[in-house]
């Protein structure tokens, strides 16, 4: 019997604008998956709860301060890469302070539901596009 993989647990947010536009944050050169399209989040630290994660890598990745009550969870991604199994609640916000801003080298781009799977993302993401496109419409 294979080892089992290691589970990798990250959260990420849907960001809704006032148009009805998702975020979407491009990785950056140097990391893994590079030039792919992802929405924003990040690793749950140990002792963390997947809202504090978000809230935490928001206000670090984009400069954005969220509020907890502003978090709703839509759905989730599970998925097997080759080293190890991903587990990637996704949350939907629409209400945060501030304007989202590239912190860590990445490029940003506001895209409507219909567009989102235009865009390359990686494996994980792409069955999260339906429940995103059915909340908030084409």
């Known amino acids: 019997m294979a080892d089992?993989?290691?589970?990798?647990?990250?959260?990420?947010?849907?960001?809704?604008?006032?148009?009805?536009r998702v975020l979407l944050a491009q990785r950056p050169p140097g990391k893994t998956l590079?030039?792919?399209?992802?929405?924003?989040?990040g690793k749950i630290e140990p002792g963390e709860r997947p809202e504090e994660t978000l809230i935490r890598e928001?206000?670090?990745?984009?400069g954005i301060t969220v509020k907890e009550a502003c978090l709703a969870p839509?759905?989730?991604a599970s998925h097997a890469y080759e080293n190890f199994h991903l587990l990637m609640p996704l949350y939907v916000?629409?209400?945060?302070?501030?304007?989202a801003q590239p912190r860590e080298g990445q490029a940003l781009k506001w895209v409507r539901p219909r567009d989102l799977a235009s865009y390359p993302m990686p494996p994980a993401?792409?069955?999260?596009?339906?429940?995103?496109?059915?909340?908030l419409g084409p």
């Open 4 to 20: 089992p993989l290691k589970l990798l647990l990250v959260v990420a947010v849907a960001l809704v604008d006032p148009d009805g």
């Open 34 to 41: 590079a030039g792919l399209w992802e929405f924003p989040g």
């Open 58 to 62: 928001l206000a670090e990745e984009l």
């Open 74 to 76: 839509l759905t989730f």
């Open 93 to 99: 916000c629409r209400r945060w302070e501030g304007f």
């Open 125 to 135: 993401d792409l069955p999260l596009l339906p429940a995103i496109v059915d909340l």
